[in-house]
Nanobody, 115 residues
């Protein structure tokens, strides 16, 4: 069984930066795709970014160029460096692992971008 624990959410001013972390417990295999999703109030959960064990990345258009996803396979961790934050980035951010057809989710960490 895999458990994902996120950290790093906070209140930040527009234009600021924040780094989210997600640590996995249990086995993480080379075929697992890890990523970040977010859910803003009143909206559906949406993809932010994903990364494979070989560091192949994919980003939502809304964050490309501002956010960077990275992964440390030895530490079974994935990170999301967010910069040039906008109020519309306000959401609960969820760590995700995709293993075949199985999805694992963390409990979420809240990011609020406001002055």
């Amino acid at each position: 069984q895999v458990q994902l624990v996120e950290s790093g959410g906070d209140l930040v001013q527009p234009g600021g930066s924040l780094r989210l972390s997600c640590a996995a417990s249990g086995s993480v295999f080379s075929g697992d795709i890890m990523g970040w999703y977010r859910q803003a109030p009143g909206k559906l959960r949406e993809l932010v970014a994903t990364i494979t064990s070989r560091s192949s990345t994919n980003y939502a258009d809304s964050v490309r160029g501002r956010f960077t996803i990275s992964r440390d396979n030895a530490k079974k961790s994935v990170y999301l460096q967010m910069s040039s934050l906008k109020p519309e980035d306000t959401a609960v951010y969820y760590c995700n692992m995709k293993r075949g057809l199985i999805l694992y989710w963390g409990q979420g960490t809240r990011v609020t971008v406001s002055s």
